[in-house]
């Protein structure tokens, strides 16, 4: 039996779906989008959404969420470790401290992601943003040291990761100032960007040009 | 030096996030000891003994529970149950690509979802029906997924059942009416199940299952 397209379904941002992405680009997947617009202000209404959410068959209706098959998934993390599980499960890690390792980092990586994406629709403070992320990244860099990815000398979900966080955290860094402060951080992101793969999905069409944010937030909205 | 393999886990003197951790080491038979911290009662329910060692352990990403094995260490309270069940009983985290996503889901539904938000309500606001009433609804969509199946992924008890498990007692000790029971009894006869599995009933009677409060003593609610 062929095997179907991957579905996945978002807003029509960067949001969290392209950290999804960067796996499924990685990993060769084939999948197309469903990209849900939310309205105008003032109301911003989600009803393109409401309207199907509770259609789709998903367990726990939320955006993003993953159709293959038969099969339906929501939790951006779990959707990115499926990815991964299918098509490169080497990048969930080999061993057992490996797999807690990178689930670890997962963790705190999305949990900077929240911090950071919840600012950026309560505060147009940029400045502030920069700040949160700077204390965030402390920690993380310190974790990564001199390695050139998280396990060391392979690439593994974290890295995927992280290079669409570093993303937004230069927007918020309208002096430039990462490279300075974290130069191993920066030196990840731009050798996850130059992966064959992933070089190839940004200069892409399906490398859409989307904010980061959706049209009610107060920074990078849509 | 510590036995080859026993793993050591840590947190405060409370049920909290450490309970549902030890539901999983016991019921995959883990060789592990605990290190705990006990927080301060009123009026400044200092944690110095935990902010005193807190930056000197070797952790990545200091914070409790932490886990310990060997030169390896950890935080992270479910990625510390995924380490658990990877180590010793994997099988509980799921077998193919599309069940073990599915458990992932599951976990992350139950803990941030779920018990982080009951928490945080049992920490901050004293309206013991408005926290069970922020529980019911927490709990109904994962109600709905287990349905009248044993355990959530059918008929063997896996890593969400586990960890559902500590929750339940949590939200009975506020169901004085029994809403709760009442609305979810697949949830509550699910919590009973867990707790008959051999090697959780011999935890739950030994002197490991410690009486202690499920939270920290600066909490608005202590059942």
Request: net charge negative.
């Amino acid at each position: 039996m062929e095997s179907k397209k991957l579905i996945i379904g978002y807003w029509n941002i960067r949001g969290l779906v392209r950290h999804v992405e960067y796996v499924l680009e990685y990993c060769g997947a084939d999948y197309e989008t469903k990209l849900y617009e939310l309205g105008d202000g003032p109301d911003f209404s989600k009803k393109v959404w409401f309207d199907e959410k509770f259609n789709l068959g998903l367990e726990f209706p939320n955006l993003p969420y993953v159709i293959d098959g038969d099969f339906t998934l929501t939790e951006t993390v779990p959707v990115m470790f499926y990815v991964a599980e299918k098509y490169k499960p080497e990048l969930n890690g080999e061993t057992a401290k490996e797999k807690g390792k990178v689930k670890m980092l997962m963790a705190i990586l999305h949990g900077l992601k929240w911090d950071l994406t919840m600012h950026c629709y309560r505060s147009d403070d940029a400045n502030e943003g920069l700040k949160l992320s700077f204390e965030g990244l402390e920690n993380i860099s310190k974790c990564l040291g001199d390695k050139d990815f998280f396990l060391g000398d392979k690439l593994s979900l974290p890295d995927l990761y992280i290079a669409e966080l570093i993303a937004l955290i230069k927007a918020f860094d309208t002096e430039n100032t990462l490279a300075e402060n974290y130069p191993n951080i920066d030196a990840l992101h731009k050798r996850v960007d130059e992966l064959p793969e992933i070089k190839a999905f940004l200069e892409s069409d399906r490398c859409k040009d989307f904010k980061f944010n959706n049209k009610s937030a107060k920074l990078f909205p849509s | 030096m510590e036995s080859e393999g026993k793993i050591t886990v840590a947190y405060w003197k409370i049920r909290g996030l450490f309970r549902h951790i030890q539901y999983v080491l016991e019921y995959c038979g883990a060789d592990y000891d605990t290190k705990i911290y006990e927080a301060g009662g009123p009026p400044d329910y200092c944690r110095k003994v935990w902010f005193d060692n807190k930056f000197n352990l070797g952790l990545d990403f200091p914070n409790l529970p932490y886990l310990v094995d060997g030169d390896f260490k950890m935080t992270e309270t479910v990625p510390i149950i995924f380490y658990i069940a990877e180590k010793y009983k994997p099988e509980i985290l799921g077998e193919t690509p599309q069940e073990k996503a599915t458990i992932q889901m599951l976990m992350n539904i139950i803990h941030f979802e779920a018990k982080e938000p009951i928490t945080w309500d049992f920490y901050l606001i004293e309206d013991r029906a408005k926290t069970l009433e922020g529980a019911i609804k927490a709990i109904e969509p994962i109600a709905k997924f287990l349905g009248d199946k044993d355990y959530f992924m059918g008929d063997k008890p896996m890593l969400p059942d586990l960890h559902i498990a500590e929750l339940v007692h949590l939200v009975l000790a506020i169901d004085t009416e029994g809403e709760f029971a009442e609305k979810f009894p697949n949830i509550v006869a699910l919590q009973k199940r867990v707790d008959n599995l051999p090697e959780i009933k011999a935890f739950l009677e030994s002197d490991r299952c410690k009486d202690i409060p499920f939270h920290n003593l600066n909490a608005k609610q202590n059942p």
